[in-house]
């Protein structure tokens, strides 16, 4: 039996695992066909505003946000109430509905400091009263969610993002060795164990799921220059994740021919010379076509950087189901991403007062999953349908630049002295 090797790799950095594996996970969702959590088209989305809303609504008595003046497309979008607080895990968010007092605020601040161990971002942007005696009201939500990776990732050499020679950003992830048995490297090991190809279509067109050293949150990286909504695009997501098989057997099939026609081409080149043992190994070839497939696995992912204030107030302020106005509306969006995991913060205010409402035989053939082209990334917890995260990777806005970094100290850090086999097992008692 002849063996093929399928040699994986993606491009926006990450661990490699071994595909045999992966081949047999597909992305952990009901049986839903279509998941709605997010219907714009913006760059980067969090719930958080979402979760406002619903309290606003909740507020003027479950009825939908109408507006005196016809309502903006925003508001539309989030009277749908496409995302819900148990789309969360409680651990991870908080929301308060008061009065705009400075009494309101300080609780607010007490709870999130104490909760998260963060300070607000946004709090300080509103006015705030003195005394009870007052008609403003504040809605308020907060998203705070780490994503630690079991270990960490390697950190790559410098490179481009989408072809662009100018400028070089920060990329981690793993390019295995040869002979990739190493399996007393902890960094190593235990990272490829949390590593699944969603699906591979080709070389353009692919998806990768990475799970938190918990297995209680899941990174989503689909390589993609799609402009459609974070609905559409995680919904087309789930759809390819279901023709994985047929898309794996297409490429086996494709490289296949490949190799007859190289040996075809090698037989021509061969057939008058007297060469007779190549020729006899290339006729057993071409006879047989009996071929096994392995598969490595080669991954990078550039370290990502937001941080995204967004002043709606235009764009949602005014007067609101007859006797309410939304004055001010916020929402600060913060996102990191390195090799050793992600981190993410997102605030949203709405300020509103009565009548005023604010609301703040050898085949090789190399799959490399490298997102150093326009990418979307979710986040989702493991047990949930939704996303809590989306963002929209297109040039290097969101990147991180090689020369702001530290990478000596950053190397020092993510050296893992190896384990003895005894102490690799004992992490998985």
Known sequence: MRKIWLLLAIVTGIAASDCRAQVEETIETSSNSN?????????????????????????????????????????????????????????????????????????????????FNESSDILDDFEWDEGPETNKWFIYSILKKDFPFVAEYNILEPDVFNRDETVKYKYFGYSPDENDDDVYNPGKYLNKEKMSELFYANDDDFALKIKDKDNKEEMILYLTSSEASFDEIYNEILRKAEKKGFYQNQREQKEIKNRREELKNELKKIENTNHELEKMFIEQELSSGDYEFEFKNYYKIPYLHIDEKFDLSEELGGIINGDKTIVKVLQTIQFDLDNVGARLKSEAGIYANKAIMMMSREIKINNYYYFDRPFVIFLKEADKDKPYFAARIKDGKYLVKSEDNNETERKEDTSAKPMSKDEIMALFN
């Open 35 to 115: 998941i709605e959590f997010a219907s714009e088209t913006d760059d980067v989305w969090t719930p958080t505003l979402q979760l406002c809303w619903n309290e606003l609504i909740d507020y003027v008595g479950g009825e939908k946000i109408t507006y005196l003046n016809g309502n903006p497309p925003l508001a539309d979008e989030l009277n749908k109430q496409k995302f819900f607080k148990n789309d969360l895990n409680d651990k991870d968010y908080y929301t308060s509905v008061g009065q705009a007092t400075i009494a309101h605020k300080n609780k607010i601040a007490e709870v999130i400091a104490e909760k």
